[in-house]
């Protein structure tokens, strides 16, 4: 079948060709029995608009470009469905890249120059493709300042960010406040921390909540209660051990992200050490594998679908020119599992 225009449409539907834009469009009212006869003609022919054509006139491309600097990492699936959902409730299309920096570089991230290149590539190939602006997804809060140029184009970071553009990150230091009021509801006093690499912002902030909530509840500061992980389940293995091997051994952990949580159970079985009756854990993250692990693993939930909604919402307001507001970050959120008890009454 011959491809139909939208003369074609005109010439059939017996109206004008700017009755047929006024109706594709929606830019003006079109009487009723005339717009009926119009639509009718676009559905007998199964007409399809030039949307390339459209967005050279009106200047707009309703596409937004994502990049991901990894999508196999925990965090970006949940970010990028907050973004999807943002985009289809307003009618807006997402293009979007997955620079593999994980297999790429690994977590050397601290020498930009490698991965640098790889983020400015792909800049410039959503630029090319009209976006009209970047929403960039990091595998780890970290300062990603002067590492890519949008040509002016508007960008927002989430779970990263850069000094004077727009980043969305949710509040880590209410999390780990909020993590050990619940454990000092449950009756917990001695409750100690594994943390994260201290490099990390995640692990500064989360330990900022900690000592914050130790203070506010009056609760004994202990430096041997303090223990540095490097995020991976060994290390919260090893670092379970140190502290169970104090003299007087903590009731209950925060542990600073759920892998460091499951090498600790494990450590605990080993160790004969009943979690939650005779240790507490709280986990980080609410990483899928946290739910089957036994026991099931009580942990704060990161907000990362509403990273990738706020997100969206703060790149189409400085599209669109709006002013911006600053928003609260969002909060994380505790899922109460198996690993917290009250501590025994020998030990309290």
Not at 110 to 119: L, S
Not at 267 to 289: C, H, M, Q, T, Y
Not at 312 to 328: P, S, V, Y
Request: with cysteine.
């Amino acid at each position: 079948m011959k491809k139909i225009g939208i003369k074609d449409i005109a010439l059939r539907a017996n109206v004008s060709t700017a009755i047929v834009s006024y109706v594709i469009n929606g830019t003006r009212n079109v009487r009723p029995e005339t717009k009926e006869r119009v639509l009718k003609v676009i559905e007998e022919f199964n007409y399809r608009p030039n949307a390339i054509a459209q967005s050279l006139k009106s200047r707009r491309t309703n596409t937004i470009g994502v990049i991901a600097e990894d999508i196999t990492v925990f965090n970006t699936p949940e970010i990028i469905d907050g973004i999807n959902e943002y985009a289809e409730k307003h009618d807006m299309h997402i293009l979007l890249t997955n620079l593999r920096l994980q297999k790429k570089v690994g977590y050397n991230y601290a020498d930009t120059a490698t991965y640098q290149k790889h983020a400015q590539a792909a800049v410039s190939d959503l630029l090319s493709n009209q976006v009209e602006g970047i929403v960039y997804i990091g595998v780890h809060p970290r300062d990603l300042t002067g590492l890519i140029h949008t040509n002016d184009r508007p960008i927002v970071y989430t779970y990263c960010y850069a000094q004077n553009e727009c980043s969305i990150q949710y509040n880590d230091e209410q999390a780990s406040y909020d993590a050990i009021r619940y454990l000092v509801s449950k009756g917990h006093s001695r409750i100690a921390v594994i943390s994260g690499l201290m490099d990390s912002i995640p692990s500064r902030l989360r330990f900022n909540g900690y000592y914050k909530a130790l203070t506010e509840f009056q609760l004994y500061f202990d430096p041997q209660f303090i223990k540095v992980g490097d995020w991976g389940g060994e290390s919260g293995y090893q670092l379970l051990g140190e502290l169970m091997e104090l003299p007087d051994p903590p009731t209950a952990i925060l542990i600073m992200n759920d892998l460091m949580a499951a090498g600790a159970l494990r450590a605990a079985s080993e160790r004969g050490i009943s979690v939650p009756k005779d240790l507490s854990i709280v986990g980080f993250d609410n990483r899928e594998f946290s739910a089957y692990l036994n026991p099931r693993i009580t942990t704060m939930d990161l907000p990362l679908h509403d990273m990738g909604m706020l997100a969206m919402k703060a790149l189409c307001n400085r599209i669109g020119g709006k002013q911006e507001t600053t928003e609260d970050p969002p909060l994380c959120k505790l899922i109460e599992r198996d690993s917290v008890a009250e501590p025994r009454s020998d030990v309290k």
